[in-house]
């Protein structure tokens, strides 16, 4: 259990992805003046965002430890002395707030709960807040699940990464997908062609280029369209395993599948 924030719970909470990099996001969540962000490789866009909106950063949620995620903690904190929670099994920059499967703490009025992910790093996990009924629930899951897509095999292992989304994908459907990365285009020409009679995904891809033309962010997605829509949360249905097994017969398990489908994708141009 990590300490409390002692935010207060007012105004509606606000959440924004900041692009960083060339397609990368950072979550800025704020409320009644105070911010926490999710996983800032780039302390710019960050100071920026604050000294634009008059907000005080209170807290960084981290996910995992690649450089893109963690780049700007050092300059965030060191200029907010803000909090930083993160994963217990990263090697994060320190002073760290370690957490693990089954913890929770308080940010911006929320509680929120520790979901251990591992499958694109060894450690990776992901938050989701409890909510009332009917009201809006978060998740932040780096690079785990991507809209469309997961991310890739790094660190662990197909069969970790399967149970990791599994994990997300029983989660309630109006859940708000945050992921860290602007693929959901690319992850869907590859979903299309794994599955290219599904009309759920072939309209999702239209609405989704049609927002990118005009500018505007695909994400967040809901963990109710990605059941529909993502191939590695469909990877058990008979046509994606189908699809799979054209190109690799000996693929039978569940994790055959899984593993084969992301082979796939990882060569996919």
Sequence with gaps: MVPSDA?????????????????????????????WVVDPGDAFPVQHALQKRGLCLRGIFLTHHHADHVGGVHALRSATVCRVVGPAGEPLPEPLEPVAEGDAFQALGLVWRVLEVPGHTAGHVAYVNDTPPGGPRWLFCGDTLFSGGCGRLFEG?????????????????????????????????????????????????????????????????????????????????????????????????????????????????
């Excluded at 599904?198 to 967040?220: F, K």
């Excluded at 369209?225 to 590695?232: A, G, H, K, S």
């Design 7 to 35: 935010t207060t719970q007012g105004s509606a909470l606000t959440v924004e992805p900041l692009p960083a990099f060339s397609d990368n996001y950072i979550w800025l969540l704020h409320r009644d003046g105070q911010a």
């Design 157 to 269: 292992t197909p069969a970790q990464m399967l149970a990791s989304l599994d994990r997300l994908a029983a989660l309630p459907g109006e859940t708000q997908v945050c992921c860290a990365h602007e693929y959901t285009l690319s992850n869907l020409r590859f979903a299309q062609t794994v599955e290219p009679d599904n009309p759920e995904l072939a309209a999702y891809a239209q609405a989704c280029q049609a927002r990118r033309e005009l500018g505007e962010p695909t994400l967040p997605s809901t963990i109710a369209t990605e059941r529909r829509i993502n191939p590695f949360l469909r990877s058990r249905q008979p046509s994606v395993r189908r699809a799979v097994q054209q190109r690799e017969p000996a693929a039978r398990s569940d994790v055959d599948i899984f593993a084969a489908l992301r082979r796939w994708k990882d060569g996919f141009r």
